[in-house]
């Protein structure tokens, strides 16, 4: 298994940045595609960015796009998501996730297609 652990969250006003952090270790040669997700009181997982395994496709969901970036850095086993202009549509709980296999685009945006998953990191954005 992959050991995922995330940092960087908080509380922001809106408008304002924050930038997660997911650490990994363990066996990361099995991870072939990482991703982040969210989720808010009362409401399902939902993607929020996904990273290929070929270190070059991504995914926005479309809340977030031209707000959030994905990026990784191998040399530091390390995820990022850098988000900007915070709103607080959010708020939520922000989780790292990688799994070793890759179907295609559409199944790589379901929670359940992710083998590891971290602890989570909290952001709220208030008005």
């Known amino acids: 298994q992959v050991q995922l652990v995330e940092s960087g969250g908080g509380s922001v006003q809106v408008a304002g940045s924050l930038r997660l952090s997911c650490a990994a270790s363990?066996?990361?040669?099995?991870?072939?595609?990482m991703a982040w997700f969210r989720q808010a009181p009362g409401k399902e997982r939902e993607v929020v960015a996904v990273?290929?395994?070929?270190?070059?496709?991504?995914y926005y969901t479309d809340s977030v796009k031209g707000r959030f970036a994905i990026s990784r850095d191998d040399a530091k086993n390390t995820l990022y998501l850098q988000m900007n202009d915070l709103k607080p549509e959010d708020t939520a709980m922000y989780y790292c996730?990688?799994?070793?296999?890759?179907?295609?685009?559409?199944?790589?945006?379901?929670?359940?297609?992710?083998?590891?998953w971290g602890q989570g990191t909290q952001v709220t954005v208030s008005s």
């Open positions: 363990g066996d990361t040669d099995r991870s072939a595609c």
């Open positions: 996730a990688t799994t070793s296999e890759w179907v295609n685009w559409l199944r790589m945006l379901r929670a359940s297609m992710y083998t590891s």
């Open positions: 990273f290929s395994g070929d270190g070059i496709s991504t």
